[in-house]
């Protein structure tokens, strides 16, 4: 099928079904923000540069304004990180080797924020990227080449717009056909991502940015056609409406989604902090507990949607120690759950706060919320002969009861020892489809 340049033909292509498959990602921001590394509290990091520039600055933007006259001066501009922007400690192997063993199935790597320098190498920044400057590396080609080995996509985030780019400035829709479409267009023929998470789309509509004409080439004409995932963030009027999957970003702390105009896949992205950047100022008491991790993951994944969760690395290419323990308590927990995690689809809105469902093939999953002990009912799950449930990572033999038409399942005697697993603990029923 030939897809048109309109979004009522481009809306028409499925989500590859993949993506839906895979349900955990990683989001990396990395750049030149991570060298200060610093942000107010539940502040963006990543957005120091256009903090540091305003005139006439609010509260919140004064602070970034004083920490940078402080530690670097008033001379100094963002634009000097470039030469002490080093990564001279970063492994792609080892960040590939973590990124497996955490579960996640793709990673979002972030090839080019709103500052406009590039992770990588490219005709369309000249000198402004890492590869003409700093570590004089291109980090998208090695990170592709570190996830090939295994079995998890590599995949890129990539601004639309660029906060001091003249030529964005004077005429975005210029800046659109002559920079922003043939660099979007380099970064998918050289590094051939499965997924393309734009951002930066809202200060003008998809049609400045001449959206539709680019995912017409993406879907028709690219070697990546058949397997790409582009998100919803390509102008104005685009989130939750026009475009590949819908994303929102720390929606999930609010509890409640976006509500998107059809039943695709949706995105949750957030950091295990308060920022996207590395922020050096964090505490571990800012940073979300593994357990509170996975509760997020089952949450999003019952309501049939992919959690994209987000590191930040330092500037010498260093992923945090804690941000590595939350990426390999997940990975563990993901290793005795993730049957009804991978492939799962939707199966019922959980009437209980701490109960949630998924469903595989011909089982249903539950999720509880706290230790399995005595009884559970399941409200959502109907009571038949013959259905069965199993207690993933536990050899305990459960049993199965009708509770005024509803399935209650009947746990023996256990002890944390007992399961190998924690946090959230898995049901798998059988005979209840």
Not at 346 to 370: C, G, H, M, P, Q
Request: proline share 5%; with cysteine; glycine share 8%.
């Amino acid at each position: 099928m030939l897809y048109e340049n309109n979004w009522e033909s481009l809306n028409s292509r499925p989500v590859p079904a993949w993506f839906e498959d895979a349900k955990f990602g990683i989001f990396i921001h990395w750049g030149l923000y991570s060298v200060p590394a610093y942000a107010p509290k539940n502040n963006y990091s990543e957005w120091y540069w256009f903090n540091i520039m305003q005139t006439e600055p609010n509260e919140t933007q004064q602070k970034y304004i004083d920490f940078h006259n402080r530690i670097y001066g008033k001379a100094f501009k963002y634009e000097d990180f470039a030469g002490m922007f080093r990564a001279e400690l970063f492994d792609a192997d080892e960040w590939a080797s973590l990124f497996e063993s955490s579960g996640a199935k793709y990673i979002n790597f972030v090839s080019k924020h709103h500052d406009g320098f590039c992770m990588y190498k490219t005709d369309y920044a000249w000198n402004w990227n890492s590869f003409d400057i700093g570590p004089h590396r291109d980090f998208c080609a090695e990170l592709s080449q570190a996830l090939s080995k295994t079995g998890v996509r590599f995949g890129a985030y990539h601004s639309i717009y660029e906060w001091y780019n003249p030529l964005c400035l004077k005429s975005p829709e210029e800046y659109a056909v002559k920079h922003l479409l043939p660099m979007l267009k380099e970064l998918v023929e050289k590094y051939k991502p499965s997924t393309l998470f734009t951002d930066g789309e809202w200060s003008h509509p998809s049609s400045v940015w001449h959206s539709t004409e680019f995912l017409r080439w993406l879907y028709n004409e690219s070697s990546v056609k058949d397997y790409i995932v582009p998100n919803d963030r390509w102008g104005s009027e685009t989130r939750g409406r026009y475009g590949g999957n819908f994303t929102t970003e720390y929606g999930f702390i609010g509890g409640e989604l976006e509500k998107p105009v059809d039943d695709r896949v949706s995105e949750e992205c957030r950091g295990i902090g308060g920022s996207f950047g590395f922020n050096r100022i964090e505490t571990p008491e800012d940073y979300l507990s593994g357990e509170t991790l996975i509760k997020m993951l089952t949450d999003l994944v019952s309501r049939g949607n992919n959690f994209l969760l987000n590191i930040g690395p330092t500037a010498d290419g260093r992923i945090p120690v804690i941000m590595q323990e939350r990426l390999l308590q997940l990975g563990r927990w993901l290793k005795v759950n993730g049957e009804g995690i991978y492939g799962s689809r939707k199966y019922a809105e959980s009437s209980d706060e701490n109960i949630r469902y998924t469903k595989r093939e011909n089982s249903v999953y539950a999720f509880l919320y706290r230790f399995p002990r005595g009884r559970v009912i399941l409200p959502e799950i109907e009571y038949k002969e013959g259905i069965s449930a199993k207690l993933l990572g536990s050899d305990a033999a459960l049993t199965v009861t009708n509770e005024n038409g509803k399935a209650a399942v009947h746990f023996p005697s256990l002890s944390p020892d007992d399961i190998e697993t924690d946090s959230v603990y898995t049901i798998k029923i059988d005979g209840a489809i």
